[in-house]
């Protein structure tokens, strides 16, 4: 049926749309974010490399300052003493640049972290002249607006590269400024492009969220993100000395394109106007909605949460991941009980995990040497191969999808949907904050499953089949990019490199191809079947198969 690929399609781009930065605002007034001011910023500080003790951090520590003087404000310097990471002994200075915008009635201040230093092989135009930038224009911004009833504090870090993260560790531990700490904004880029998105948060998540929902216009927040981050042992970024110190806060980073990372194209020109606005716009509006509320945090759990279209977002407690998977279970019970597909479900989920791992696996061999040897892939290459394994996986899937239909009782949308809703499980168990991946879709699919399908109508029968595939679309898409950023090649960084790991993302497109084709056919065999009263469905589909193979020999 045209219309349900029609629809589904529709849904996919639903998912796909806040992972598109918007365009830019070019409004003139002082008190929206300029990306063509953070650009010449970017051009001043990104002229070179500047890793710590070099003559060129001192050059751009000097700039920052001056462009703090030039504000109106008065910079301070937070200087210790380090190992010179980059060399075999000695020490250096590793200097902190800082300012503070003083509020009416402060309750609090806010901290706003951007490191301005380098490793010694890239100038580091996105990494980090970008968060710089922002906070610069940012605080242009602030000046030129109504006075702020709280402090902030804008902390441009030194020594954020070598693991120790020697400035932002500095200031936690000894400056007199930390003790007024009340929320953190910290800025990173570790690409060239994508929006600026949260992926890492502190501090009661439920509070926290609400203010970041309440104030940035592009909100580009997927708890699974945050979750994926908390399973690693957090940001090893300036965020981790306040987080370690228990302060509230945001992360956000923009990673598209990652392959520049640490290396010599991380240039000016390299940097997206897009991503750079996204990442402007959402800091200057939390940071301005924080700087005039009442800065005592409230309690509240950890969240469930994720973007849809251009930025509205879904939110609900992580306690009730564990009910919506009994819910799901239930539903899936009573469509199984209802249409006697007992022996083959198993069999059918058997088959649709088999068949996702293998595709998983078969995308590992043929990603790993590639991207291996295409080191320094752009962005555009990077998404030509993710579509090629794509219709690879959708290729792999055939055959068993093809067999499964011949056999008796074939490939029922309960042994698929057996898997999601195993899936959900182990994550409502194992990591709450992704659970909605599989739950979501196994709940909507389990229902539709029992309630949904009617033949006396085709809308009455494409509705659940689109609801549920669209929903799993919305979900995964996001997810599918975000774990595909993470297996891209990074010669300037090949630590943090994890090539296999794309299996990952295959696995969830894989097993999202198998949920959109059984319900395709579930769709089919409702409208077409002529089903006796209480003969199974999977019997009907058998003997039309029979039917048309016997009227074919005619």
């Known amino acids: 049926m045209p219309m349900y690929w029609v629809a589904v399609v529709a849904a996919g781009l639903a998912g796909a749309a806040p992972l598109v930065a918007p365009g830019v605002d070019q409004d003139q007034d002082p008190t929206y974010f300029s990306v063509d001011r953070a650009l010449a910023h970017i051009d001043r500080v990104a002229q070179k490399p500047h890793p710590i003790g070099s003559a060129a951090n001192q050059d751009v520590r000097g700039h920052v300052a001056d462009e703090l003087r030039s504000l109106g404000l008065k910079p301070e310097f937070q200087t210790v003493v380090a190992p010179n990471y980059y060399h075999d002994s000695g020490t250096?200075?590793?200097?902190?640049?800082?300012?503070?915008?003083?509020?009416?009635?402060?309750?609090?201040?806010?901290?706003?972290?951007?490191?301005?230093?380098?490793?010694?092989?890239?100038?580091?135009?996105?990494?980090?002249?970008?968060?710089?930038?922002?906070?610069?224009?940012?605080?242009?911004?602030?000046?030129?607006?109504?006075?702020?009833?709280?402090?902030?504090i804008l902390l441009f870090t030194d020594g954020e590269e070598p693991a120790p993260r020697y400035g932002s560790t500095a200031f936690v531990d000894d400056h007199r400024w930390f003790d007024d700490a009340r929320f953190v904004v910290n800025l990173e880029a570790i690409g060239s492009g994508g929006p600026s998105m949260l992926t890492e948060t502190n501090g009661p998540q439920s509070w926290v969220l609400d203010q970041l929902v309440d104030s940035a216009p592009q909100p580009v927040v997927f708890s699974f993100l945050t979750e994926t981050t908390a399973l690693i042992g957090g940001s090893n970024t300036d965020f981790a000395p306040f987080r370690d110190a228990g302060v509230p806060g945001v992360e956000f980073v923009y990673a598209r394109g990652s392959s520049i990372y640490h290396t010599g194209a991380d240039t000016p020109g390299s940097v997206s106007r897009r991503s750079l606005h996204s990442h402007g716009v959402n800091t200057l509006g939390l940071v301005r909605h924080l700087a005039a509320e009442d800065l005592v945090t409230t309690g509240g759990g950890d969240m469930v949460f994720f973007t849809v279209g251009r930025f509205h977002v879904v939110r609900y407690p992580t306690l009730w991941g564990i009910p919506l998977v009994v819910a799901a279970g239930v539903l899936l019970f009573a469509a199984v009980r209802r249409r006697h597909v007992w022996p083959g479900m198993a069999r059918d989920a058997v088959m649709t995990l088999?068949?996702?791992?293998?595709?998983?696996?078969?995308?590992?061999?043929?990603?790993?040497?590639?991207?291996?040897?295409?080191?320094?892939?752009?962005?555009?290459?990077?998404?030509?191969?993710?579509?090629?394994?794509?219709?690879?996986?959708?290729?792999?899937?055939?055959?068993?999808?093809?067999?499964?239909?011949?056999?008796?009782?074939?490939?029922?949308?309960?042994?698929?949907?057996?898997?999601?809703?195993?899936?959900?499980?182990?994550?409502?168990?194992?990591?709450?904050?992704?659970?909605?991946?599989?739950?979501?879709?196994?709940?909507?699919?389990?229902?539709?499953?029992?309630?949904?399908?009617?033949?006396?109508?085709?809308?009455?029968?494409?509705?659940?089949?689109?609801?549920?595939?669209?929903?799993?679309?919305?979900?995964?898409?996001?997810?599918?990019?975000?774990?595909?950023?993470?297996?891209?090649?990074?010669?300037?960084?090949?630590?943090?490199?994890?090539?296999?790991?794309?299996?990952?993302?295959?696995?969830?497109?894989?097993?999202?191809?198998?949920?959109?084709?059984?319900?395709?056919?579930?769709?089919?065999?409702?409208?077409?079947?002529?089903?006796?009263?209480?003969?199974?469905?999977?019997?009907?589909?058998?003997?039309?198969?029979?039917?048309?193979?016997?009227?074919?020999?005619?």
């Open 354 to 554: 088999i068949a996702a791992l293998s595709a998983a696996i078969f995308s590992a061999v043929l990603w790993t040497p590639y991207a291996g040897w295409r080191d320094t892939m752009g962005v555009f290459e990077s998404y030509v191969a993710l579509l090629i394994l794509v219709v690879l996986t959708a290729a792999v899937l055939v055959i068993p999808f093809q067999f499964g239909r011949r056999v008796e009782g074939g490939r029922t949308p309960e042994g698929v949907l057996l898997v999601w809703w195993s899936l959900a499980l182990f994550m409502a168990l194992a990591a709450p904050g992704m659970s909605y991946l599989f739950a979501l879709p196994a709940l909507v699919g389990a229902g539709a499953l029992l309630l949904g399908f009617d033949a006396s109508t085709r809308w009455r029968s494409l509705a659940p089949a689109v609801l549920t595939v669209g929903i799993a679309l919305v979900v995964l898409i996001p997810a599918i990019d975000a774990f595909f950023q993470f297996v891209q090649p990074r010669p300037g960084n090949p630590d943090s490199e994890i090539l296999p790991a794309v299996a990952i993302p295959v696995l969830l497109v894989a097993l999202g191809i198998q949920l959109a084709l059984v319900f395709r056919l579930r769709m089919e065999d409702v409208v077409t079947d002529d089903v006796s009263p209480g003969e199974p469905a999977t019997t009907a589909r058998s003997r039309r198969h029979s039917e048309c193979r016997t009227a074919r020999s005619r």
């Open 92 to 152: 250096v200075a590793v200097v902190n640049v800082m300012a503070r915008l003083a509020g009416t009635a402060p309750t609090g201040a806010v901290v706003v972290v951007a490191h301005f230093d380098t490793v010694p092989e890239t100038p580091g135009a996105n990494d980090n002249a970008s968060g710089v930038a922002v906070t610069l224009e940012m605080a242009r911004n602030l000046l030129a607006g109504s006075p702020l009833r709280n402090d902030v």
